[in-house]
């Protein structure tokens, strides 16, 4: 059994080129596979491995003084789904071109059980804080799509929309946590009040939530081989556009522009965050 690990952290880091060779030499001698990303401001990782392995590098990360107590996400796959392994220092762990964001001010998290209490009450608006493509392979009941194509186009639809948004409570959640984290901070820093973010993301919410499927329509894009989960955290039966790349469905939709239905045979794709 291989078992998926999804985790990041803000934290002001000195030298993330060390921490880089570091954690490259590590993954490397357990035969992890993923992506990991460190800059000044932190770390973003989605890892695989086996038991053993992936033991090493949590207790290796939990040590560093930085990423002590990191949140750590799991879920479980027969093979990793990851074809190759990548160790970057980037400007950005995620990337919101926003300049300088004032993390220690992010909106507070609630729990899963909170956050589907909250998705009822009134006065209250959803935001999907992930990218148009990803919205519509899946996302909670009543959610509002931006309609971007890449997280750093958010900061222009909140600035468009602020008019009908701030008088309003609001919900946001992402993958795993690590956009709305650093979008509500950013939020918060120009003046938006009543935000709040869902706790460890969509995947926390699932592993969680029991019968998430009462409340989230469709499935969950993920950044590995396995294309899209289940509200029970198993793969689904979707592929890949093989000309973009983009999720094509079950169902046979592809969720790309390009105009090619025809999909891969391997079900590869570009391993990121």
Known sequence: MIVNLAFYRFSAV????????????????????????LAHEGINGMLAGTEEAVAAFCERLDAMPEFTGTQI???????????????????????LRAGEVPIEKTAPHLAPEDFRAALDEPNTVVIDTRNDFEFRVGTFRGAINPGTTAFHEF???????????ENSKILMFCTGGIRCEKATAWMIDHGFEDVYQLDGGVLNYFERIPDADKDWSGELFVFDER?????????????RCVT?????????EALCGCGNSSVSSGRSGEDRI
Request: glycine share 6%; hydrophobic share 35%.
């Open 227 to 239: 294309i899209t989960v289940k509200t029970d955290l198993t793969p689904s039966t979707a592929d």
């Open 155 to 165: 900061v222009d639809y909140l600035e468009t929309h602020r008019g009908e948004l």
């Open 244 to 252: 973009c790349g983009a999720p094509v469905l079950a169902s046979g």
């Open 14 to 37: 000195s030298d993330p080129d060390a921490y880089a060779n570091e954690l490259q030499s590590l993954c490397e001698a357990h035969g992890i596979r993923g992506s990991v990303i």
């Open 73 to 95: 996400k799991r879920s479980y796959t027969e093979v990793i789904p990851f074809k190759r392994l990548q160790v970057k220092v980037k400007p950005e762990i995620v990337t």
